[in-house]
């Protein structure tokens, strides 16, 4: 699994998170086929692209009975779903569980992310 090849993307927020800056982006146009809703990019301090992803995607249609829309988690080698859920078809709980997944994923359980944008 690669990561996400985005041809054209609106940033929603952007966050600083510990030694991370993330960006959630929306009106995502890929490279790869897929339907990106909304994707959280996360960049460690001194790169300039993200190392991990976290997506919230349109499932296909004989898959939606948890949900219309997957929460994944893509790094350059492997890719997990997360869960299923309606929830994410709205930016702000979205944001909420993908920065509370973050959390968890880079051991940032004592900082507090702060909105940029």
């Not at 990561?3 to 890929?30: C, H, M, N, W």
């Not at 492997?78 to 051991?107: C, G, M, V, Y």
Request: proline share 6%; aromatic share 10%; with cysteine.
């Amino acid at each position: 699994m690669a990561l996400p090849q985005i041809k054209t993307a609106i940033p929603k927020r952007r966050y600083q998170f510990g030694e991370f800056s993330l960006v959630i982006l929306g009106d995502i146009e890929s490279y790869d086929g897929v339907y990106y809703h909304f994707l959280m990019g996360i960049i460690p301090d001194g790169a300039n692209v993200p190392e991990l992803f976290i997506s919230a995607e349109k499932c296909p249609p004989d898959e939606r009975q948890e949900g219309a829309y997957q929460m994944r988690v893509i790094a350059e080698q492997a890719s997990k779903t997360i869960n299923k859920s309606e929830r994410w078809k709205e930016l702000e709980a979205f944001a909420d569980d993908a920065l509370a997944l973050a959390s968890e994923l880079l051991n940032l359980t004592d900082e507090e992310p702060r909105r940029l944008l």
